[in-house]
C-alpha cells in the first residue's frame, strides 16, 4: 500500500497551478452522455474518481477518447444499457449523477444504491423525491435504484436540504423533462453553475444557478459542445492553508478568486496576508496564526470540504478555536490523527474545540476521507520530524499530482511503497 513520508519544517514557497474541478467534473461527464453527439470536455483534473467515472461510462457503452492528460472526446450514442454496475459505485459515490443523466435521456435507470460513506450518512431521499416529482417511478430492487417513467415533466420541486447532489441530478433530468421545472432551495455552489453552463452549452435552457431557485425548460434533444470545467476551489483552497500552515508564501495559480471568499476570509482572520489577481490569489504567512471560529455552510458559507484543513492550520493557531460542522455528522476523524502529532482538541458531538500549540511533532497517521487526508498532510508539512501517512487513496482521489505538486513547493514528501524506501527518505532528508 502506497504511503506518503513527509519531513515537515520546510515553509512553501513558490507558485501552483490548480486542476480542474473533480466535483464540477462529476456532474459534467455524467451530463455529457445525455447526447448522441461528441463532446469535448477540456481542464478534467487526471484523479481517480474521475477515472472511476470514465470506466462506469465505458461499461454502459460511451466512448471514452482521451486526447490529452486533462481532455476527453466522448461520443454516447451508442449506449446499449442503462444499468451501472456496482464495483463502480462502491467505488465512487457521485456515479448515482448518472441517474439523472439517464433517466433524463432515457427516461430509465437501474444504478446501485450509494453505499454508505466515512464522513457520515449520506442519504440521496431528495434526489429520489425530485425525480417522482418529475413523473418517474423509482423503487429499489435487488440494491439498486431502478427508475423510470413513460414521459417526464416539469415540476415545482422544494428541497428540504441543501444539497449539491440533488440540486445537480434532478436539473440534468429537468432538462429533458416536457415543460417547466422550477427547483427550489437549490445548492448554489460554483460547480452547480458550472453543470448548468454546460448543459446550457449542449443547448438545454437552464435559469438561475447559482441562486436558490433553478428555472429549467425541458428541450427535446441536446447537442454537441466543447468546454472547459471551472478550476477546484477546494484543491486550491488546501495549498492556501499549506501556506498558511507552514508559515509559506504561495502563489495558487489558476483559480476564480470569488469562489474563494469564505477560505479567504478565514485565512486574513487567522492573520496571513492573502492578495487577490485576476485569476491567482497569494497566500502569506509570516507569523504566528491566531485563533478563530468557524462553521460550515452550504456555499457561499465556509465549506465543508475546507473543514479538516482550517482545523489543521487552527491546531497550530495562537489561542482556542471552535470548529462546528453542519454539514456531515463524522468529519472529525482526523482530530484523532491529529492528536497523536501533539494537537490539543476535544470533539463533541458537531464542535471541535482546538487548543493551538507551537508545533506538531511527526507521527504516523491515517488519512480517514479525502480531504481530512489532505489536511493531515498539511499537519505533516508543518511538523518537526517525519510523518508517514496511510490509505493515501482517498487523497488520490481528488488530488492531482499532489506529493509533485508540494514538491514544487519546496517540501519534502515522497510516495513509497516499502520499509526500505521509508528508511531511504529519512537518511536522504535526516
Ligand atoms: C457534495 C460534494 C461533497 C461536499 C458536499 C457538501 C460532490 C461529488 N460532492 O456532496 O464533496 O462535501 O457536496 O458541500 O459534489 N442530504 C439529504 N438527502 C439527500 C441529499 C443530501 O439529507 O437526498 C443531506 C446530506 O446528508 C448532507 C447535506 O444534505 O447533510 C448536504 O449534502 P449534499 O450537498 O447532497 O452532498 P453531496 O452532493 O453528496
Redo the contacts with the bound molecule.
Keep these: 500500500m502506497e504511503q506518503y513520508i513527509i519531513r515537515g519544517g520546510n515553509p512553501l514557497v513558490g507558485e501552483v497551478d490548480i486542476s480542474g474541478a473533480k ?1 464540477a467534473a ?1 456532474g459534467i461527464l455524467a451530463a455529457a452522455i445525455m447526447t448522441d453527439e461528441t463532446v469535448l470536455i477540456e481542464n478534467l483534473p487526471d484523479v481517480r474518481d474521475i477515472n472511476v467515472l470514465l470506466e462506469a461510462m465505458e461499461s454502459i457503452g460511451v466512448k471514452v477518447e482521451r486526447i490529452t492528460q486533462h481532455a476527453v472526446l466522448m461520443n454516447s450514442a451508442q449506449i446499449g444499457e442503462v444499468s451501472v454496475d456496482y464495483e463502480y459505485i462502491k467505488k465512487i ?2 456515479s448515482y449523477y448518472l441517474i439523472g443523466a439517464l433517466l433524463g435521456k432515457y427516461k430509465r435507470a437501474e444504478v446501485p444504491l450509494p453505499g454508505g460513506c466515512n464522513i ?8 429520489l423525491k425530485g425525480f417522482k416529482a418529475l413523473g418517474a417511478r423509482v423503487e429499489i430492487r435487488n440494491g439498486f435504484i431502478v427508475t423510470e417513467a413513460e414521459h417526464l415533466h416539469g415540476s415545482h420541486i422544494y428541497l428540504d ?6 440540486t445537480i441530478n434532478i436539473m440534468m433530468a429537468a432538462a429533458m423533462a416536457d415543460g417547466r421545472t422550477i427547483i427550489e432551495n437549490c ?1 448554489r ?1 460554483p ?1 452547480v453553475v458550472d453543470v448548468a453552463n454546460f448543459l446550457n452549452s449542449m443547448g438545454a435552457n437552464i435559469k438561475g444557478a447559482g441562486t436558490d431557485v433553478i428555472r429549467i425548460r425541458g428541450v427535446q434533444k441536446l447537442h454537441k459542445t466543447e468546454y472547459s470545467i471551472i478550476p477546484d476551489q477546494i484543491e486550491a483552497g488546501t495549498f492556501m492553508f499549506a501556506a498558511a500552515a507552514t508559515k509559506g508564501d504561495v502563489m495558487v495559480k489558476n483559480v476564480i478568486p470569488k469562489h474563494l471568499e469564505a477560505t479567504t476570509a478565514k485565512l486574513l482572520e487567522i492573520g496571513c496576508e492573502v492578495e487577490e489577481f485576476d485569476n491567482a490569489v497569494r497566500v502569506v504567512a509570516s507569523k504566528r496564526l491566531c485563533s478563530t471560529n468557524v462553521k460550515t455552510l ?1 456555499y457561499p458559507g465556509y ?3 475546507m473543514q479538516p484543513q482550517i482545523g489543521v492550520a487552527l491546531a497550530l493557531a495562537k489561542g482556542t478555536s471552535i470548529v462546528t460542522e453542519s ?2 455528522e463524522n468529519r472529525f476523524k482526523y482530530m484523532d490523527e491529529l492528536a497523536r502529532m501533539g494537537a490539543i482538541v476535544r470533539v463533541e458531538g458537531n464542535t471541535a474545540i482546538i487548543t493551538g500549540v507551537e508545533k506538531l511533532s511527526g507521527a504516523r497517521v491515517s488519512a480517514p476521507d479525502l480531504r481530512a487526508g489532505a489536511a493531515l498532510v498539511i499537519a505533516a508539512l508543518a511538523a518537526e520530524g517525519v510523518t508517514v501517512v496511510d490509505d493515501i487513496t482517498y487523497i488520490q482521489r481528488g488530488y492531482e499530482e499532489f506529493d509533485e505538486k508540494l514538491r514544487s513547493l519546496g517540501a519534502e514528501i515522497e510516495k513509497i511503497n516499502s520499509e526500505k524506501e521509508a528508511l531511504k527518505f529519512r537518511l536522504r532528508t535526516g
Design positions: 466535483n462529476l459515490r457521485a457520515g450518512s449520506r442519504p440521496i431521499d431528495l434526489h436540504t441543501v444539497s449539491v447532489g440533488a445548492a455552489e460547480h452550504p465549506p465543508t470540504d454539514i456531515f
